[in-house]
Protein backbone atom coordinates (compact mmCIF):
# COMPACT_ATOMS: atom_id res chain seq x y z
CA UNK A 1 0.00 0.00 0.00
CA UNK A 2 1.95 3.15 -1.34
CA UNK A 3 1.85 6.10 1.10
CA UNK A 4 1.84 9.87 -0.13
CA UNK A 5 4.58 10.38 -2.40
CA UNK A 6 6.14 13.75 -3.36
CA UNK A 7 8.52 14.81 -6.06
CA UNK A 8 10.83 15.83 -6.89
CA UNK A 9 13.03 15.55 -3.44
CA UNK A 10 15.07 18.65 -3.95
CA UNK A 11 14.89 21.33 -5.84
CA UNK A 12 16.68 24.31 -6.37
CA UNK A 13 15.45 27.78 -7.89
CA UNK A 14 16.56 31.09 -7.66
CA UNK A 15 14.86 34.28 -6.73
CA UNK A 16 11.57 35.23 -9.28
CA UNK A 17 11.12 31.87 -10.74
CA UNK A 18 8.42 30.01 -10.28
CA UNK A 19 8.05 26.30 -8.67
CA UNK A 20 5.55 23.58 -9.54
CA UNK A 21 5.86 20.47 -6.53
CA UNK A 22 3.92 17.44 -6.89
CA UNK A 23 1.95 14.89 -4.59
CA UNK A 24 -0.24 11.46 -4.36
CA UNK A 25 -2.25 11.06 -1.73
CA UNK A 26 -1.74 7.51 0.14
CA UNK A 27 -4.06 4.95 -1.54
CA UNK A 28 -7.89 5.46 -0.96
CA UNK A 29 -7.44 9.05 0.28
CA UNK A 30 -9.31 12.00 -1.43
CA UNK A 31 -8.44 15.40 0.56
CA UNK A 32 -4.89 16.86 0.27
CA UNK A 33 -3.33 19.38 2.15
CA UNK A 34 -0.33 21.44 2.07
CA UNK A 35 2.06 22.03 4.76
CA UNK A 36 5.55 24.35 4.82
CA UNK A 37 8.10 23.85 7.36
CA UNK A 38 11.02 26.07 7.14
CA UNK A 39 14.12 25.18 9.05
CA UNK A 40 13.57 24.64 12.95
CA UNK A 41 10.29 25.44 12.42
CA UNK A 42 7.07 23.28 12.84
CA UNK A 43 5.00 22.91 9.54
CA UNK A 44 2.55 25.46 8.68
CA UNK A 45 -0.81 25.13 6.86
CA UNK A 46 -0.75 26.64 3.24
CA UNK A 47 -4.20 24.92 2.19
CA UNK A 48 -6.01 22.09 1.39
CA UNK A 49 -7.74 20.56 -1.62
CA UNK A 50 -11.19 18.28 -1.80
CA UNK A 51 -13.05 17.66 -4.74
CA UNK A 52 -10.62 19.47 -6.81
CA UNK A 53 -11.34 22.75 -4.68
CA UNK A 54 -9.73 24.70 -2.49
CA UNK A 55 -11.41 24.02 0.96
CA UNK A 56 -9.30 25.85 3.34
CA UNK A 57 -6.32 28.54 3.06
CA UNK A 58 -3.76 29.52 5.48
CA UNK A 59 -2.09 32.79 5.85
CA UNK A 60 -0.04 33.05 2.45
CA UNK A 61 0.17 35.10 -0.22
CA UNK A 62 -1.58 34.23 -3.60
CA UNK A 63 1.77 33.59 -4.79
CA UNK A 64 0.48 30.32 -3.58
CA UNK A 65 -1.60 28.47 -5.27
CA UNK A 66 -3.09 25.10 -6.58
CA UNK A 67 -4.52 22.07 -8.14
CA UNK A 68 -6.39 19.19 -7.47
CA UNK A 69 -6.74 16.37 -10.07
CA UNK A 70 -9.47 13.84 -10.53
CA UNK A 71 -7.15 11.10 -9.39
CA UNK A 72 -6.45 13.06 -6.28
CA UNK A 73 -3.09 14.15 -6.74
CA UNK A 74 -2.25 17.71 -6.50
CA UNK A 75 0.01 20.51 -7.17
CA UNK A 76 1.51 23.20 -5.55
CA UNK A 77 2.45 26.34 -7.33
CA UNK A 78 4.48 29.25 -6.00
CA UNK A 79 4.95 32.08 -8.20
CA UNK A 80 8.29 35.37 -7.72
CA UNK A 81 9.62 32.91 -5.18
CA UNK A 82 11.98 34.66 -2.67
CA UNK A 83 14.65 33.73 -0.37
CA UNK A 84 11.76 33.21 2.59
CA UNK A 85 10.11 30.38 0.22
CA UNK A 86 12.96 28.23 1.07
CA UNK A 87 12.20 25.68 3.19
CA UNK A 88 10.53 21.80 3.36
CA UNK A 89 7.12 21.38 1.58
CA UNK A 90 4.79 18.72 3.26
CA UNK A 91 1.83 17.33 1.75
CA UNK A 92 -0.45 15.39 3.41
CA UNK A 93 -3.37 13.22 2.66
CA UNK A 94 -6.63 12.21 4.08
CA UNK A 95 -10.27 10.21 3.62
CA UNK A 96 -13.00 13.29 4.08
CA UNK A 97 -15.64 12.07 6.19
CA UNK A 98 -17.74 12.39 9.59
CA UNK A 99 -15.34 10.74 12.02
CA UNK A 100 -11.60 12.10 12.42
CA UNK A 101 -9.07 10.70 10.00
CA UNK A 102 -5.45 11.50 10.52
CA UNK A 103 -3.71 13.17 7.60
CA UNK A 104 -0.91 11.11 6.71
CA UNK A 105 2.58 13.05 5.68
CA UNK A 106 5.28 12.52 2.41
CA UNK A 107 8.64 12.78 3.12
CA UNK A 108 8.60 16.56 1.38
CA UNK A 109 10.24 18.50 -1.26
CA UNK A 110 13.35 20.12 0.01
CA UNK A 111 13.21 23.73 -1.81
CA UNK A 112 16.00 26.25 -1.75
CA UNK A 113 15.81 29.71 -3.18
CA UNK A 114 19.62 31.44 -4.47
CA UNK B 1 -6.51 31.65 16.49
CA UNK B 2 -5.81 28.69 17.56
CA UNK B 3 -2.23 28.05 18.97
CA UNK B 4 -0.21 25.03 20.11
CA UNK B 5 3.09 25.70 22.99
CA UNK B 6 5.62 22.83 23.23
CA UNK B 7 7.64 23.73 26.05
CA UNK B 8 11.29 22.93 25.68
CA UNK B 9 12.78 22.92 22.07
CA UNK B 10 15.53 20.21 22.99
CA UNK B 11 14.81 17.46 25.95
CA UNK B 12 17.87 15.18 26.88
CA UNK B 13 17.23 11.76 28.58
CA UNK B 14 19.59 8.80 29.18
CA UNK B 15 18.20 5.55 27.40
CA UNK B 16 15.85 3.61 29.83
CA UNK B 17 14.47 6.92 31.57
CA UNK B 18 11.07 8.36 31.29
CA UNK B 19 10.29 10.57 28.32
CA UNK B 20 7.66 13.56 28.71
CA UNK B 21 7.04 15.64 26.15
CA UNK B 22 5.10 19.15 26.82
CA UNK B 23 2.31 20.23 24.91
CA UNK B 24 -0.11 22.76 25.78
CA UNK B 25 -3.11 24.57 23.66
CA UNK B 26 -4.81 27.33 23.31
CA UNK B 27 -8.51 26.70 23.05
CA UNK B 28 -12.03 27.19 24.92
CA UNK B 29 -13.13 23.91 23.15
CA UNK B 30 -10.82 20.99 22.92
CA UNK B 31 -9.73 20.45 19.61
CA UNK B 32 -8.25 17.50 17.94
CA UNK B 33 -4.50 16.68 19.05
CA UNK B 34 -2.25 14.55 17.45
CA UNK B 35 1.66 13.80 17.91
CA UNK B 36 4.23 13.01 15.36
CA UNK B 37 7.56 12.47 14.88
CA UNK B 38 10.08 13.40 12.10
CA UNK B 39 13.39 11.96 11.60
CA UNK B 40 16.42 13.57 9.68
CA UNK B 41 15.04 14.43 6.14
CA UNK B 42 11.84 12.60 6.68
CA UNK B 43 8.22 13.52 6.87
CA UNK B 44 5.76 13.65 10.10
CA UNK B 45 4.97 10.08 11.33
CA UNK B 46 1.81 9.86 13.28
CA UNK B 47 2.15 8.98 16.91
CA UNK B 48 -1.51 8.91 18.45
CA UNK B 49 -4.51 10.73 17.99
CA UNK B 50 -6.83 12.57 20.63
CA UNK B 51 -10.54 11.90 19.24
CA UNK B 52 -12.13 12.72 22.87
CA UNK B 53 -13.18 8.45 23.25
CA UNK B 54 -10.50 8.98 26.18
CA UNK B 55 -8.41 10.87 27.67
CA UNK B 56 -5.29 8.38 27.97
CA UNK B 57 -4.22 7.58 24.62
CA UNK B 58 -1.84 4.81 23.26
CA UNK B 59 0.64 5.19 20.69
CA UNK B 60 2.82 3.57 18.31
CA UNK B 61 6.47 2.26 19.92
CA UNK B 62 5.18 2.49 23.56
CA UNK B 63 4.11 5.78 23.63
CA UNK B 64 1.11 7.45 25.22
CA UNK B 65 -0.36 10.87 26.45
CA UNK B 66 -2.94 12.39 28.82
CA UNK B 67 -5.13 15.02 27.56
CA UNK B 68 -5.83 17.05 30.64
CA UNK B 69 -8.81 19.74 29.36
CA UNK B 70 -8.24 21.80 32.60
CA UNK B 71 -4.47 22.20 31.99
CA UNK B 72 -5.67 22.41 28.27
CA UNK B 73 -2.66 19.64 27.92
CA UNK B 74 -1.99 16.82 25.77
CA UNK B 75 1.70 15.67 27.49
CA UNK B 76 3.66 12.71 25.47
CA UNK B 77 5.08 10.39 27.73
CA UNK B 78 7.28 6.99 27.48
CA UNK B 79 8.24 5.09 30.33
CA UNK B 80 11.44 3.95 28.57
CA UNK B 81 13.80 6.12 26.32
CA UNK B 82 14.75 3.38 23.62
CA UNK B 83 18.22 5.05 21.23
CA UNK B 84 15.40 4.95 18.21
CA UNK B 85 13.14 7.23 19.69
CA UNK B 86 16.02 10.36 19.11
CA UNK B 87 14.11 12.22 17.07
CA UNK B 88 11.88 15.67 16.63
CA UNK B 89 8.28 15.58 17.79
CA UNK B 90 5.60 17.63 17.08
CA UNK B 91 2.08 18.22 19.03
CA UNK B 92 -1.09 19.60 16.62
CA UNK B 93 -4.18 20.71 17.27
CA UNK B 94 -6.87 20.48 14.40
CA UNK B 95 -10.57 22.04 14.65
CA UNK B 96 -12.94 21.48 11.86
CA UNK B 97 -15.56 18.69 11.20
CA UNK B 98 -14.59 15.02 9.42
CA UNK B 99 -11.23 15.18 8.01
CA UNK B 100 -11.68 18.63 6.87
CA UNK B 101 -9.38 20.45 9.43
CA UNK B 102 -6.08 22.17 9.45
CA UNK B 103 -3.24 21.38 11.76
CA UNK B 104 -1.32 24.00 13.91
CA UNK B 105 1.40 22.57 15.04
CA UNK B 106 3.76 23.88 17.83
CA UNK B 107 7.55 24.14 17.18
CA UNK B 108 8.93 21.01 17.29
CA UNK B 109 11.00 19.05 20.59
CA UNK B 110 14.43 17.68 19.72
CA UNK B 111 14.50 14.43 21.52
CA UNK B 112 18.26 13.28 21.75
CA UNK B 113 18.90 9.88 23.73
CA UNK B 114 21.75 9.31 25.44
CA UNK B 115 23.40 6.26 25.70
Known amino acids: DAGVTQSPTHLIKTRGQQVTLRCSPKSGHDTVSWYQQALGQGPQFIFQYYEEEERQRGNFPDRFSGHQFPNYSSELNVNALLLGDSALYLC?????????????FGDGTRLSIL | AQSVTQLGSHVSVSEGALVLLRCNYSSSVPPYLFWYVQYPNQGLQLLLKYTSAATLVKGINGFEAEFKKSETSFHLTKPSAHMSDAAEYFC?????????????FGKGTLLTVNP
Open chain 1, 92 to 104: ASSLAGSSLQPQH
Open chain 2, 92 to 104: AAGRGGGSNYKLT
